[in-house]
């Protein structure tokens, strides 16, 4: 499973895979339950990699915060997203220390949270997406 073929698609819930493109839609399957779904060119599609969180010095990829989740919780599941706002605010600061709490709302930090969960259900392994990435620049 490669990071940058994960979408978010507006009004689907969970993350899917991106399978294979066509002229008019994108196929992509679900990594809760391995459903498979065309995704027209109507709807909002989000691709992982491209999203990056706020911090006080210069944005940080989406990838680089789950790598930082996955060091915090060794590799396991982190806190629920339906933990109170307070204790999502606290276990991201733990996390990233210097995310801008004025521009990421408690609604980025569910997402984010419950983004990574799903990732890790479905077998993803964080500890080895920096080897493959440095493969592949050689």
Do not use: C
């Amino acid at each position: 499973m490669e990071f940058s073929k994960i979408i978010s698609v507006t009004g689907k819930p969970g993350l899917f895979q991106v399978i294979s493109q066509s002229k008019n839609a994108i196929i992509a399957e679900n990594l809760t339950d391995n459903k498979r779904l065309a995704i027209n060119a109507t709807q909002n599609v989000s691709l992982l990699e491209n999203i990056a969180i706020y911090t006080y010095e210069e944005d940080m990829p989406l990838l680089d915060v789950f790598k930082a989740i996955s060091e915090k919780t060794e590799g396991k599941k982190a806190i629920s997203h339906k933990e109170s706002g307070n204790k999502l605010a606290a276990f991201f600061a733990e996390v990233l220390p210097n995310y801008d709490d004025e521009r990421v709302y408690t609604s980025n930090i569910k997402k984010v949270i419950q983004w990574f969960n799903l990732l890790i259900d479905a077998g993803f392994d964080f500890s080895k997406t920096e080897e493959t990435a440095s493969n592949e620049e050689e």
